[in-house]
């Protein structure tokens, strides 16, 4: 890092967390922290934030955005109404550095064992007893036809709280250490992507019978590694170090980026795709994937993943909020079915689960692949999908041979092992809704819809903040949602809610401001409460309202805009929670805007309601990333055919959320998992 940027980051983060300063004297390396975990950062995303510091330290940038001097010559008081003038800008560019730089040194902070020591937050379930009634297993019998999500563990070993489990990395399993060099393979079929999709289609072809070669870029973890530390754990386990966005900045997009995919991170909602999708999607011409088609693959993967309604005694005190307060407004709110065993509501799903309870494919489909025969090759970024044309006969009934490239790394130095090559005549791509479209375009199969068509549920939050205790940074994130507005305005899309897991680094992001201020929210946690509003983006609209291209450096750009309707009903989902808030018995409610709009009555409701929604204006994030090769009859529209083969491609075919020919309106892991398993039916066939 030059000198130049060096003062400023040193700058930067004396105004956004002045406690760590006496004096004008750092009290801690934690400067040098930044500064490492930035040069670690993947090359794109390091280019966006150095260019971020670039311009928060330029003279002329100063004088455009806050008409003032240089960031690093002004005294403290006045860096920090400066910096707060970037972030309230009328330039977009200005909110983009602010919120970049803002969340980038924030979330770093809290993911420390100081930040999360400074906020007073309890060590990992599994160094210690329960603390609170919504954290540890719930007493009672079951027997396994009936088994809940959340009863003590069976089988334990050592801590109460950590079941017997068998150690080390299966032999089928492939890692960087145990590859030996440049390596050829042959298989029947190569599936890219380990995640919902991938992991299912796996397992049905190998058990169907075919040889399986699957590949994925992550590292393969396990229950040993999860140690809940989100510092250490979120780089490893999302995609692009957890720092992928929207190239303006405004959209977070929190994608699994290990073995196992969003299936290990996620918050385990198992929800039924919505009726009147998917009737959508057969008037579109997509007749394949209709309720019947989807019945049986639904019911089926429900049992494999141990999909279960929570009982009313695992709610945390965030859904039970929900539920009251949807009860006292007269809004349809519901238990919710996640797939879990053995749940000990320790509250750190996101950062994969030490437990064994969450049942991610890591546990499920990918054992039942390798029983079959199946091998993964971990830590293998595929470069390009080749068509073999020279040892195709025209006219046979098989699909051209394709060669799949990849190159193997070390997980922790990014240093090359070697190359691997596959040749199978059938590719499954299920590398999500930025890496499928990124890897078709740089193999020469992209165009028509390929990229386009970008679907997110734009996901923001309010919080309320809670008399008495909630901590929620334990407990089970998501057993409950309130689905009262999902078809709210006339083309019958909206808005749903639902309770997240709300550990440090993620809240810090997601908290509006910075210094005392931020401080004293993140200071809060433990009586704070937080809804999550999930908007069903496109309505109004079937164009493509965002994009993900390959820029000149083979890196994966990502852009996003949502429709009028959609800000709409993100403005009226932004009140809606801070009403079921208030219902539930909260004494402010606090959105996510910047500056961050509060409501204790009607009057604070209504500002909430009209506040802009607008790239940066309020934090948006999301988990959902979909649609980007869509399901549909015209290549000029859309990225594979009504089978989910690509356009023009015998034989890649795609089983991931890039499918979905329009935004769903749930959480789509379930609706991911059982279109794969009819995908890879119908490839069986």
């Given at each position: 890092?030059?000198p130049?940027?060096?003062?400023t980051?040193d700058?930067?983060?004396?105004t956004l967390?002045?406690?760590l300063?006496?004096?004008g004297?750092?009290r801690?390396?934690?400067?040098?922290?930044v500064?490492q975990r930035?040069?670690q950062?993947?090359?794109?995303?390091r280019?966006?934030?150095l260019t971020?510091?670039?311009?928060l330290?330029?003279?002329?940038?100063?004088?455009?955005?806050?008409r003032?001097?240089?960031?690093?010559?002004?005294?403290g008081?006045?860096?920090?109404?400066?910096?707060?003038?970037?972030g309230?800008?009328s330039i977009?560019?200005a909110r983009?550095v602010?919120?970049?730089?803002r969340?980038?040194?924030?979330?770093?902070?809290?993911?420390?064992?100081?930040?999360r020591?400074?906020?007073?937050?309890?060590?990992?379930?599994?160094?210690r007893?329960?603390?609170?009634?919504?954290?540890?297993?719930l007493a009672?019998?079951?027997?396994?036809?009936?088994?809940?999500?959340?009863?003590q563990?069976?089988?334990?070993?050592?801590?109460?709280?950590?079941?017997?489990r068998?150690?080390?990395?299966p032999g089928?399993?492939?890692t960087a250490s145990?590859?030996p060099?440049?390596?050829?393979?042959?298989a029947d079929?190569?599936?890219i992507?380990?995640?919902a999709g991938g992991a299912?289609?796996?397992?049905r072809?190998?058990?169907?019978?075919?040889e399986?070669?699957?590949?994925?870029?992550?590292?393969?973890?396990h229950?040993?590694?999860?140690n809940?530390?989100?510092g250490?754990?979120?780089?490893?386990?999302?995609a692009?170090?957890a720092?992928?966005?929207?190239?303006?900045?405004?959209?977070?997009?929190l994608?699994?980026g290990?073995?196992?995919g969003g299936?290990?991170?996620?918050w385990?909602?198992?929800?039924?795709?919505?009726?009147?999708v998917?009737?959508?999607w057969a008037?579109?011409?997509?007749?394949?994937?209709?309720s019947?088609?989807?019945?049986?693959h639904?019911r089926?993967v429900?049992?494999e993943v141990h999909?279960r309604v929570?009982?009313?005694d695992?709610?945390s005190?965030?859904?039970?909020?929900?539920?009251a307060?949807?009860?006292?407004l007269g809004?349809?709110?519901?238990a919710?079915?996640?797939n879990?065993?053995?749940?000990?509501?320790?509250?750190?799903c996101s950062v994969?689960?030490?437990?064994d309870?969450k049942?991610s494919?890591?546990?499920?489909?990918?054992p039942r692949?390798?029983?079959a025969?199946?091998?993964?090759?971990a830590?293998?970024?595929?470069?390009?999908i080749e068509?073999?044309?020279?040892?195709?006969?025209?006219?046979?009934g098989?699909?051209?041979?394709?060669r799949v490239?990849?190159?193997?790394?070390?997980?922790?130095s990014?240093?090359?092992?070697?190359?691997?090559t596959?040749?199978?005549?059938?590719?499954?791509?299920?590398?999500g809704?930025?890496?499928?479209?990124t890897?078709?375009?740089?193999?020469?199969?992209g165009?028509g819809?390929?990229?386009?068509?970008?679907?997110?549920h734009?996901?923001?939050?309010?919080?309320?903040?809670?008399?008495?205790?909630?901590?929620?940074?334990t407990?089970?994130?998501?057993?409950a949602l309130?689905?009262?507005?999902?078809q709210?305005?006339?083309?019958r899309?909206?808005?749903?809610?639902?309770?997240?897991?709300?550990?440090p680094?993620?809240?810090a992001a997601?908290?509006?401001?910075?210094?005392?201020?931020?401080?004293?929210?993140?200071?809060?946690l433990s009586?704070t409460v937080?809804?999550?509003?999930?908007?069903?983006?496109?309505?109004g609209?079937?164009?493509?309202?965002?994009?993900?291209r390959?820029?000149?450096?083979?890196?994966?750009?990502?852009?996003?805009?949502m429709?009028?309707?959609?800000r709409?009903?993100?403005q009226f989902?932004?009140e809606a929670?801070?009403r079921?808030?208030?219902?539930?018995?909260?004494?402010?409610?606090?959105?996510l805007h910047a500056?961050p709009?509060?409501?204790t009555?009607?009057t604070?409701?209504?500002?909430?309601?009209?506040?802009s929604?607008?790239?940066?204006?309020v934090t948006?994030?999301?988990?959902?990333v979909?649609?980007?090769?869509?399901?549909?009859?015209?290549?000029?529209?859309?990225?594979?055919?009504?089978e989910?083969?690509?356009?023009?491609?015998?034989?890649?075919?795609?089983?991931?959320g890039?499918?979905?020919p329009?935004?769903?309106?749930?959480n789509?892991q379930?609706?991911i998992m059982?279109?794969?398993?009819?995908?890879?039916?119908?490839?069986a066939e």
């Amino acid at each position: 890092m030059t000198p130049a940027r060096g003062a400023t980051l040193d700058a930067l983060v004396q105004t956004l967390l002045p406690h760590l300063f006496e004096n004008g004297k750092p009290r801690s390396d934690f400067v040098a922290r930044v500064s490492q975990r930035l040069e670690q950062a993947p090359p794109a995303i390091r280019s966006d934030i150095l260019t971020a510091l670039d311009l928060l330290g330029s003279l002329l940038a100063s004088l455009v955005v806050a008409r003032s001097g240089r960031f690093v010559q002004l005294p403290g008081s006045r860096r920090a109404e400066v910096f707060d003038a970037w972030g309230t800008s009328s330039i977009p560019p200005a909110r983009s550095v602010h919120q970049a730089l803002r969340k980038f040194v924030l979330s770093t902070w809290y993911g420390t064992p100081d930040g999360r020591a400074d906020l007073g937050i309890r060590r990992p379930l599994h160094e210690r007893e329960p603390e609170v009634p919504w954290e540890g297993p719930l007493a009672g019998d079951h027997t396994l036809d009936s088994e809940p999500v959340a009863r003590q563990p069976t089988s334990v070993r050592g801590n109460p709280h950590t079941p017997h489990r068998p150690a080390g990395i299966p032999g089928a399993v492939i890692t960087a250490s145990r590859f030996p060099g440049d390596t050829r393979v042959t298989a029947d079929v190569v599936v890219i992507g380990s995640g919902a999709g991938g992991a299912v289609a796996a397992a049905r072809l190998a058990e169907a019978g075919r040889e399986v070669a699957i590949v994925e870029a992550g590292e393969y973890l396990h229950a040993a590694d999860f140690n809940e530390d989100e510092g250490e754990l979120a780089p490893r386990l999302y995609a692009d170090q957890a720092l992928r966005a929207t190239i303006d900045g405004a959209f977070a997009l929190l994608q699994g980026g290990a073995v196992g995919g969003g299936t290990t991170v996620n918050w385990m909602l198992t929800l039924r795709p919505p009726e009147a999708v998917l009737e959508d999607w057969a008037r579109r011409g997509i007749a394949g994937f209709a309720s019947s088609d989807l019945e049986p693959h639904l019911r089926r993967v429900e049992e494999e993943v141990h999909a279960r309604v929570a009982p009313a005694d695992a709610h945390s005190p965030s859904n039970l909020a929900l539920l009251a307060g949807a009860q006292r407004l007269g809004w349809r709110a519901l238990a919710a079915s996640i797939n879990a065993r053995g749940c000990v509501r320790a509250g750190t799903c996101s950062v994969g689960c030490h437990y064994d309870a969450k049942q991610s494919s890591v546990l499920t489909f990918l054992p039942r692949a390798f029983a079959a025969g199946a091998r993964l090759f971990a830590n293998a970024g595929v470069d390009r999908i080749e068509i073999v044309e020279r040892d195709h006969r025209p006219g046979s009934g098989s699909p051209p041979r394709k060669r799949v490239t990849a190159i193997v790394r070390d997980p922790r130095s990014g240093v090359p092992r070697g190359t691997l090559t596959l040749n199978a005549p059938v590719v499954l791509l299920a590398a999500g809704g930025i890496g499928t479209p990124t890897l078709l375009e740089k193999s020469g199969l992209g165009g028509g819809g390929v990229g386009r068509y970008l679907r997110l549920h734009p996901t923001t939050a309010v919080m309320g903040h809670y008399a008495s205790q909630t901590y929620p940074l334990t407990g089970i994130p998501q057993t409950a949602l309130c689905d009262e507005f999902l078809q709210r305005d006339a083309n019958r899309f909206g808005f749903w809610i639902e309770c997240p897991a709300l550990l440090p680094a993620l809240a810090a992001a997601a908290l509006p401001g910075f210094g005392a201020e931020h401080r004293a929210f993140m200071r809060e946690l433990s009586n704070t409460v937080a809804f999550i509003v999930l908007v069903r983006d496109g309505s109004g609209s079937d164009d493509s309202m965002g994009s993900v291209r390959v820029d000149r450096s083979g890196q994966a750009r990502v852009r996003y805009r949502m429709t009028p309707a959609d800000r709409v009903n993100a403005q009226f989902g932004i009140e809606a929670a801070a009403r079921l808030h208030l219902a539930a018995g909260a004494e402010r409610a606090l959105s996510l805007h910047a500056p961050p709009r509060m409501a204790t009555s009607e009057t604070g409701l209504r500002a909430m309601r009209t506040a802009s929604v607008a790239p940066n204006r309020v934090t948006w994030f999301s988990a959902h990333v979909n649609g980007t090769c869509r399901l549909g009859v015209n290549p000029a529209t859309s990225g594979v055919t009504p089978e989910a083969e690509r356009h023009g491609a015998r034989g890649v075919y795609v089983c991931d959320g890039s499918l979905f020919p329009t935004s769903l309106g749930v959480n789509p892991q379930l609706t991911i998992m059982a279109m794969s398993s009819l995908i890879a039916a119908r490839i069986a066939e």
